[in-house]
Every structure is written in structure tokens, then in C-alpha cells.
């Protein structure tokens, strides 16, 4: 079975940084397309970044410049390094692993707050 796992949120002060890291196994993770989301409570969840198996990598223009998203093949995982970070970036953040033909699967979430 497909399991997404993320971890490393937690509260940070608005301008720090938090690195988030999404380990899956059950998929042959060196060519899925991977992807982070958000959803602050009462939003929609809404796209932040995507890597895919070949490295490449789109953002929101939200947060182009601020997060990078990567991936570490060799680990089956998936990190976003989020940088300057800004109060209204107070949201769960989810990893997904994009399917061609299904619709994907899912992490539980963790927690990202932003606040002084």
C-alpha cells in the first residue's frame, strides 16, 4: 500500500524558515511527479510546489524565491525548504504523489504555523 508521511512542521516566527520532508513508500517514488500543498482552516487547499521524477520543479508565484522544493531519490523522499516565511502561510501542508491515471494519493498533514 501507498503511504505518504510528512513531518518537520511546527511553529516559526514570520521571516523564519522550516523545512518540511515527506517520506513515501509503496510507489515507485524515482518517477512520480511529487507535490506540496496547503490548506489553511476554512481554504481551499491550494498548490504549492511540484518536483517531478526528473528533477523538475514548478511554484506558486506566491512563493517563488522563498521555497524549494527537492527530492532525494535514494531516501523516497520529498522536502520543501521554506524560507521568509509569512503569517498567512499558517496552514496543514500536504505532500502528494501525482498518478497519470488515478487521483494520487495523500499524507496525513502537518502543521505549519506561522506567528510572533
Known amino acids: 500500500q501507498v503511504q505518504l508521511v510528512e513531518s518537520g512542521g511546527g511553529l516559526v516566527q514570520p521571516g523564519g524558515s522550516l523545512r518540511l520532508s515527506c517520506a513515501a513508500s509503496?510507489?515507485?517514488?524515482?518517477?512520480?511527479?511529487m507535490g506540496w500543498f496547503r490548506q489553511a482552516p476554512g481554504k481551499q487547499r491550494e498548490l504549492v510546489a511540484t518536483i517531478t521524477g526528473g528533477g523538475i520543479t514548478n511554484y506558486a508565484d506566491s512563493v517563488k524565491g522563498r521555497f524549494t522544493i527537492s527530492r532525494d531519490n535514494a531516501k523516497n523522499t520529498v522536502y520543501l525548504q521554506m524560507n521568509s516565511l509569512k503569517p498567512e502561510e499558517t496552514a496543514v501542508y500536504y505532500c502528494n504523489a501525482h498518478i497519470p491515471y488515478g487521483p494520487g494519493f495523500w499524507g496525513q498533514g502537518t502543521q505549519v504555523t506561522v506567528s510572533s
Open positions: 509503496g510507489i515507485i517514488f524515482s518517477i512520480n511527479t
